[in-house]
């Protein structure tokens, strides 16, 4: 017989009265095997729910899900699947005892075979176990089935299932088990297993609910193999994040601010010279010369892979790099909502929601790693969704990715922290490989930490807020896109995320958001000030499965919708205010009017770094024609020069910049005689014509 957990999932509607019996005639079948089972009472009229609860009071290993309407056989099995995730072999079978369990043993060692090993094992029907009628016809459709599909003709729905056929099931969501198992194309077996008769009362399948359930399934196969598309409803709202992130790209156009332009300038340097200077502690330019780009050194790699990939250094290829980043992380969390056992509405709400939510589009548009940290974070859900499903290289990619976030943002470690302590609340006993791998993905962050700590980091750390311990309302703020509406809508929807839709998915949600936020909370108490709302965008990303958990995990499907076209079209409510910003910084445009009056020899001087930088790549991209004469630190002076435009920073973050140029332009004689105030959010710059 097959080793490990077997976790038996059985529907029951109208079945109080063969469920001693059945849990007994498991016990027996299963005597050498470690083996529970899940009573999954489907909206039962009878006492099938006090019976399951009467038994699981004596038998730890009866566990009882009592759903509140009737959803069929099918929806019911997929409810047990889904709260059963640590087990090593699924057993689906009916409580009216016409599958016998003492087949059980047979069919589990045929899914332990060593040759040709399958995914799952079907209990192929024999005998006379009902009306003729209704033995021709069911023959029929598993005949048109395994036309089909490939599938046993005699398959039905008593079966063993591996993790692989599981994760088919869960994924699919099929109008049958069986049509689920059959659209995978896994390899499966049949064992011929004569059915009993029914020992209690009659079918609840009527002749005309028999007929729509084979119509449906029948044609819901025809229509999978027909097309190719079952990718779109993951895609589709990765597919919106790019068309919301292009209208802000392209559309608002704003210039690139001082963070971007550091990215920018030193991507495009030699891959030699960035890392030099990130190992020796230096910059690459004498005005970023105590800025090494160690802060974020793999995100300057990508970069500079990218612009060498794509051959342009235009304002937008780096902002589109992280677009495309953040897109696909988009459907990565979509996928991953899905693995974590939500319905395929909660896992398009959730993604909906995140793609088109103001803080996710307002950092995944700027060429900023943030797109990556998206990405990689969705990443490490979807691999503990499939560590926790026993799929094959769950772990490793929990590793992987949470390795990778960690490298695109410091604070992104936090929300992979948070994911892994939710899985390892819902499998305990398999938590120590899960944090091992956990702790393991943390040392190369830990290294940058350490490689940064006295240098950049410091300095980065006194731009932190201290929210004075209201930190989870200020980024439920921020998430809201600062509006008053649409954060009324993410607060109630995020608290009635906490009990709506699949537990396991709900765990997973809320130590996402909630393990991050605590932590932060403890740091600032505790040692400093540490918020950003940038810096809290991975871990709000479970806010937002949390909040589609809200709008979407209703049974009743007008409610579900209703909620969720509200959340979706608040967060879009929310998102407009993007294209009417005013730019974080205008370094182009403090360029581009210099450029429209300058004569060749007129000086144009950067008084100070954010300056310097603004105006290099500007008048290296957009106008080449001001080159010869552009002087930034340490040369300032000019021969005796008739016009020199000198541009600085007066307000940073509502402080008063460096100014000690303005000194050296009046020793030399020179005076303002126009100037011109460019306000930005971040960096606001002084446009100055000094003439003698």
Known sequence: MATGTVAVVVPVYRNAATLPALVERLGAALAEQAWR????????????????????????????????????????????????????????????????????????????????RPDAVFAGRRG??????????GALHRRAVSALTGLPPDAGAFLVLGPRAREAVLDARAPSLVAAIGAARLPVRSVPVARDARAEGASAWTGAA???LSLRSLGWLVARRATSSSWVWWAGPAVLALVLGSVIVF????????????????ARRPLSEILRAAWEGHGTTWSLRDIPPSYNLPWYVLAHLWLWLVGSEADPVLRVLSLLAGAVGVAVLTRAVARLGGPRRIAVVAGLAVAANPLVLAWITEARPYGVAVLAVAGTALGLARWLDRCRGGLLLVGLAGAGAGLAHWFALLAVAGIVAGGAALAPRRSPALL??????????????????????????????DTELRL?????????????????????????????????????????????VALLLAVEHWVRPVYEPRYVLAALLGLGVLTACGAAGWSSRRVAVVLSVVLVAASLAASTTLLRVT?????????????????????VVAGDRQSALGLEHHVRTRHPQIAPDLRVP?????PDPPVVWYVRVPIIRGETGPVDGDELLVRAGLRVQEQWFLRGTWTSLMVQRWVR
């Open 37 to 116: 089972v899940r009573l999954v009472v489907d909206g039962s009229p009878d006492d099938s729910a006090a019976v399951g609860a009467e038994l699981a009071a004596r038998d730890p290993r009866v566990a009882v899900t009592v759903l509140a309407q009737n959803v069929g056989q099918h929806r019911a099995l997929e409810r047990g699947l889904a709260d059963e995730p640590d087990a090593d072999a699924w057993v689906c079978l009916d409580a009216d005892l016409q599958d016998p369990p003492e087949a059980l043993p047979a069919l589990l060692d045929a899914l332990a075979g060593t040759v040709d």
């Open 128 to 137: 006379v176990y009902g009306t003729r009628g209704r033995r021709v016809t």
């Open 210 to 212: 028999r007929l729509r």
């Open 251 to 266: 559309g608002r156009a704003h210039g690139l601010w001082y963070d971007e332009l550091y990215s920018m300038e030193v």
């Open 436 to 465: 091992v791998v956990g702790a393991l993905a943390a040392l190369p962050t830990a290294a940058m930490v350490e490689l940064n700590r006295s240098t950049v980091g410091d300095r980065n750390a006194a731009l932190l807020y």
């Open 472 to 516: 989870p309302l200020f980024a439920a703020w921020q998430w809201s896109g600062t509006d008053y509406g649409t954060a009324l809508v993410v607060a109630v929807l995020g608290l009635l995320g906490i009990v709506r839709g699949a537990r396991r998915l709900r765990v997973v949600a809320l130590a996402w958001v909630g393990v991050p």
């Open 583 to 603: 730019p974080r910084e205008r370094a182009d445009d403090a360029a581009a009017l210099i450029a429209a009056a300058h004569r060749p020899g007129d000086a």
């Open 634 to 638: 340490p040369v300032l002076a000019v």
